[in-house]
T-cell receptor
Framework: QKEVEQDPGPLSVPEGAIVSLNCTYS??????FMWYRQYSRKGPELLMY????GNKEDGRFTAQVDKSSKYISLFIRDSQPSDSATYLC?????????FGQGTRLTINP | NAGVMQNPRHLVRRRGQEARLRCSPM?????VYWYRQLPEEGLKFMVY????????ESGMPKERFSAEFPKEGPSILRIQQVVRGDSAAYFC?????????????????FGEGSRLTVL
């Protein structure tokens, strides 16, 4: 079983739609949960960072963590074409980040 | 304030040659990570280094791959006798480690990656 599972998509939605991206993980010892965004041919950049179960909001983005289900989500409201990218969940292991496969998202104008 | 600098951005090698990828971390960062990304796949951890020390190399192939982060100069990821399966994007990241509760963590800042093509 992979430590972090993420549906690779691709996911294509119209502009303005609400997007839901999800990951599951297997190790209950993981404590820090992150979402990175990666544009084509670029390095990943940190989007959101959470520690505890619950929701964290930053503008149009909401990160949600459910430790009891080992499930994390990223919601994007009022999606824009500029949100088109690959979104990777990342979970803090002992001394390194473990990444999901990444979901390729396209927002169509 | 320069970010993580990686070079070369693109590297082409023939089978059997050596590839050297360099990474200069962000100013003040003493922790460097190397990840490999194959097409349509996520980032796979390779190695975590601090200055002059390899902390975790559990993701490094046992043969042909090595990494170092000397006291002076950039971190180097070295691949000897490259094979076609080594073709990938190699990303370096650096962090300023923060001790929070019982866990050491810190945001990783990634470089733009080095894309290796093996012919």
């Amino acid at each position: 079983q992979k430590e972090v599972e993420q549906d690779p998509g691709p996911l294509s939605v119209p502009e303005g739609a609400i997007v839901s991206l999800n990951c599951t993980y297997s190790n209950s010892a993981f404590q820090y949960f992150m979402w990175y965004r990666q544009y084509s041919r670029k390095g990943p950049e940190l989007l959101m960072y959470t520690y505890s179960s619950g929701n964290k909001e930053d503008g149009r983005f909401t990160a949600q963590v459910d430790k009891s289900s080992k499930y994390i989500s990223l919601f994007i409201r009022d999606s824009q074409p500029s949100d088109s990218a690959t979104y990777l969940c990342a979970i803090q292991g002992a001394q390194k980040l473990v990444f999901g496969q990444g979901t390729r998202l396209t927002i169509n104008p | 304030n320069a970010g993580v600098m990686q070079n070369p951005r693109h590297l082409v090698r023939r089978r059997g040659q050596e590839a050297r990828l360099r990474c200069s971390p962000m100013k003040g960062h003493s922790h460097v990570y190397w990840y490999r990304q194959l097409p349509e796949e996520g980032l796979k951890f390779m190695v975590y280094l601090q200055k002059e020390n390899i902390i975790d190399e559990s993701g490094m192939p046992k043969e042909r791959f090595s990494a170092e982060f000397p006291k002076e100069g950039p971190s180097i990821l070295r691949i000897q006798q490259v094979v076609r399966g080594d073709s990938a994007a190699y990303f370096c990241a650096s962090s300023l480690l923060i001790q929070k509760r019982e866990v050491s963590t810190g945001e990783l800042f990634f470089g733009e990656g080095s894309r290796l093509t093996v012919l």
